[in-house]
């Protein structure tokens, strides 16, 4: 049986303190594998981001265990953990979270170049990931210069960049209209046929439905019953 990229057991998350104190996660597993994507829905406040954010390891359970790739993410020093995810976990935002001064490709080298990569090389390969998600000739645009959709894709091809195991997306599509939202999710869908990679969305969106593996559904801080995945769309 394939190892899990990520396995959460008995997850329990506390935010805040005192009186204002909430239990944002209880007793949540989850285990997650190569060559899926996982739609985590819920409604507002059921947990999902914060769900998202333990599984990447932004953010440290109050107790259970996370496993990336097999290894135990609790006790693991802030720099080390820091590490970890940036090497294993590619993350992608409804926001996009460019750097408006940064070309295209400056923009998807700077995870790279962040981890030690030398500069020729982290160039090489954003380029490379630009080529996957369809950009390679923008590459020395600005964002202002880019769609929403093509905004998204350059989100994208940073999280994929670092040949990434986890690409955990936060609503990917909420701001984009229904033709790219589509696209968006085909790009997704095809990046999550890699047997070594996981991709989990976040999402409300119900026109995503048809491009998951799975569906996970999560409420009050509880996974309840998944039910079954439609059948997923023709040529994802």
Avoid at 187 to 202: E, G, H, N, Y
Wanted: positive net charge.
């Amino acid at each position: 049986m394939t190892q899990p990229v990520i396995e959460a057991s008995n997850v329990v998350k506390y935010l805040g303190s005192g009186p204002g104190r909430v239990a944002a996660l209880r007793g949540v597993s989850l285990s997650l594998s190569g060559g899926e994507l996982v739609l985590l829905m819920g409604p507002s406040g059921s947990g999902k981001t914060t769900l998202l954010s333990v599984l990447g390891c932004m953010l440290t359970p109050t107790s259970g265990t996370v496993r990336l790739l097999g290894q135990a993410t609790s006790g693991v020093p802030p720099e080390k953990l820091a590490d970890l995810r940036r090497r294993h976990v590619g993350f992608i935002f409804q926001s996009y979270h460019l750097f408006p001064t940064l070309t295209v490709v400056e923009n998807v080298r700077l995870a790279l170049e962040m981890g030690g990569e030398r500069a020729w090389r982290a160039h090489d390969k954003a380029a490379a990931a630009l080529t996957t998600v369809g950009l390679a000739h923008k590459i020395t645009a600005f964002p202002s210069h880019l769609s929403s959709g093509e905004q998204q894709r350059v989100a994208i091809a940073r999280a994929i960049v670092g040949n990434t195991a986890a690409v955990l997306a936060d609503e990917p599509t909420a701001a984009l209209d229904s033709a790219n939202g589509h696209a968006i999710m085909s790009l997704l869908s095809r990046i999550a046929k890699d047997p070594s990679r996981t991709v989990l969305v976040v999402t409300h969106d119900p026109r995503v439905l048809p491009f998951a593996d799975r569906i996970v559904q999560i409420e009050d801080g509880r996974l309840i019953e998944t039910p079954q995945a439609p059948q997923k769309l023709l040529g994802t």
